[in-house]
Nanobody, 128 residues
Framework: QLELAESGGGFMQPGGSLTLSCAGS????????VAWFRQVPGKGREAVSCISSTDMRTYYAPFVKGRFTITRDRAKNTVYLQMNSLIPEDTANYSC?????????????????????WGKGTLVTVSS
């Protein structure tokens, strides 16, 4: 059974960078769409970024476009989220999820209800 494990979260000052990792175990991520979501306590989960199974398509939410980059290392069965120019509003618990059969959802982004598996998340705190 495929399991996802996030890492790389932590504390960062505004303007800094962090790289989150989403490692798969038990099965390959390489033929699946992988997305990053984030959630702040008391608020709903929101899609941040997504990479399709072929790596041909990516999605970025408007509030991270130009600052975050999603990539995949097939040899390591891992998807990364490089986060630059962090702002306090990026503070959240970040989770990765996979969609076994679908893509990134086009311009509207990945849908939470279509994800088949989730990691437990990693906390990112951006503060001065």
């Amino acid at each position: 059974q495929l399991e996802l494990a996030e890492s790389g979260g932590g504390f960062m000052q505004p303007g800094g960078s962090l790289t989150l990792s989403c490692a798969g175990s038990g099965d390959t991520l390489n033929d699946k769409t992988v997305a990053w979501f984030r959630q702040v306590p008391g608020k709903g989960r929101e899609a941040v970024s997504c990479i399709s199974s072929t790596d041909m398509r990516t999605y970025y939410a408007p509030f991270v476009k130009g600052r975050f980059t999603i990539t995949r290392d097939r040899a390591k069965n891992t998807v990364y989220l490089q986060m630059n120019s962090l702002i306090p509003e990026d503070t959240a618990n970040y989770s990765c999820a996979l969609n076994r059969w679908g893509g990134c959802g086009g311009t509207s982004g990945p849908r939470e209800d279509l994800m088949n598996a989730w990691g437990k998340g990693t906390l990112v705190t951006v503060s001065s």
